[in-house]
């Protein structure tokens, strides 16, 4: 998806990514498809070159700690419901890529490219390939919960 810095890269390619790495998606598809959250293609592209990857990394980073997380969308069994209410409060459809910080939370991504944290609350680091950058580095994702209550206030 893009040229890494390299310290990210080398990050990645602890994980077991490497350029070129495609992974098979259609059984997240159907695990998900079945409760009603449809893999689009940003979903599918990121999957196919990341999927399946467990990123250890930990300490500090630029502005929050690095924390490990798994891309195994698997490991949000269970939360469609969470995924539906978010993908309908954001007006974007989400699915779910894996878990965060030994799955005190979960990773989610947008028909745009752009990665979440999801929670009982949500948080952007923005699109790829930057948000991948951001998780890897230690960037504090972007709250977003608070600008959607304000919406619903004007509404």
């Known amino acids: 998806m893009s040229e890494w810095p390299p ?3 080398k990050d990645l390619e602890a994980s077991g990514w490497m350029a070129g790495r495609r992974v098979d998606t259609a059984d997240w598809r159907s695990l998900f498809e079945g409760v009603g959250i449809v893999m ?3 979903a599918e592209r990121f999957l ?3 999927g399946g990857l467990t990123v250890s990394i930990g300490g500090p980073g630029i502005n929050c700690a690095r924390e490990p997380f798994v891309l195994d969308p ?3 069994r269970g939360e469609d419901d969470r995924f539906s209410e978010w993908s309908d409060a954001l007006g974007r459809r989400l699915f ?3 878990e965060l910080d030994h799955g005190r939370c979960f990773l989610g991504i947008d028909e745009g490219s752009e990665i979440y944290l999801v929670e009982a609350w949500v948080a952007s680091f923005g699109p790829m390939p930057h948000a991948l950058e951001n ?3 230690g960037v504090m994702p972007r709250r977003i919960d608070g600008e959607l209550r304000q919406l619903d206030q004007v509404r």
Do not use: N
């Open 7 to 9: 310290a990210v890269r």
């Open 40 to 42: 689009h293609d940003a």
């Open 48 to 50: 196919q070159e990341f």
């Open 74 to 76: 698997e490991l949000a």
């Open 96 to 98: 779910p890529l894996g």
């Open 135 to 137: 998780l890897i580095s």
